[in-house]
């Protein structure tokens, strides 16, 4: 047991005792990048959070006829001038998205854990991501992709400028790979509050106990007015609230989304909070241990967030399908007035259960008319 252990925490061992594969040591793929740039927003006015300018553009990471196994192992942004190539302050971003449809991913990897089609949020704090070298997000290239950006500005109510989002997308070609790559899926956990009487996203309180599942989400308010989540009791709760000036603690059972279906490591942790954050931590309720704290580091001369803790590690922190976890966000409103607040998690944890795509018959699919091919979900913004 203590072998286990240790081969884990050197990450040769996943938590059932398997071996890891990665990429060969010293065999590096070339990493590739796409780079979309946005279009141009103005900012003449404050805008909060999910208030300013937004936009889409379609991703396509490689260009040809081909359908490739590609592997996503990177993503940065950078907010610049809205003519020129001169780099702005991360204050105008709100976020920049990387999403695509869940079904369609489901149709080149049917095996694929639970996803929400969400790949990156990127947002104050970290304009980047990088994977443990030899891990990556298994696509295809053929793969509809598309990227969300929005502007936001909470401080300078005379502003008048436009400013871009630049985006660059890294990947590799599984056909450059020698040996394995790691494959990872991303899991979200996010911060809710209750908007009625209830407590638990998607739990009755008499199917609960209480004693193993800890504090359900306290009341609150709603950021913006209708913005709700509904569980399948009819339960509203929301991911977008109000806190009010001072110090607000929120406690919410995240197991249900965290969905596991087995035992796994995560290898990349990035959190998304709004100003005024001071942590977010994951906890196991089961083992009573810290899985991952992440500390907020805010800006010094005006309100923002200069930097948020992410984790990084080929060695991988364990996960368990049978134990139940609970995400922690901690806000002090040093204002004098109600500020929005989101808590989001995003863990990118390994896919013991893997399995390459047909690229044969994906290549075939390919060649189908665009009218045949389903129509795009609407497009709203959202983290």
Known sequence: MVLSLLLV?????????????GAEPG???IVHTQTVVSQPYHIDKLYASMRGPYGFDDVRLLEGDSVELLWIVGYRTTVIEGAGPGELSQEFMCHANLDFE?????DRFPGAPPISGRVFTLSQGQQEI???EGFGIPVTSD???????????????EARLDVRHKVDVLFVRDSEVEGEMVPLFQGAVEGFKALGEARFYGFSDDELDHDELGPGCSL????????????RLGQKFTAHWVVPP???VNRTNVTRFLNLQFDTTAHYI??????FAERLTLNDLTTGEVVYDARVTPTSDRVGIERIDHYSDSRGLPLYKDHQYELVSVYNNTSDKDVDSMAVMYLYMRDLKFKRPDLRALQSASGEPEASKAPKASREPSM
């Open 9 to 21: 925490g050197c990450g040769l061992l996943d938590p059932q005792g398997h071996a890891v594969a």
């Open 27 to 29: 065999k590096t793929p």
């Open 102 to 106: 869940a079904s369609d991913y489901y």
């Open 130 to 132: 990088r994977f443990p």
């Open 143 to 157: 793969l509809p992709i598309t990227l969300a950006t929005q502007v936001l500005n909470l401080t300078l109510p």
């Open 220 to 231: 609150g308010q709603a950021a913006v007015a209708g913005d709700a989540d509904e569980d």
């Open 246 to 248: 001072g110090r607000e």
């Open 270 to 275: 990035a959190v998304h909070l709004h100003p």
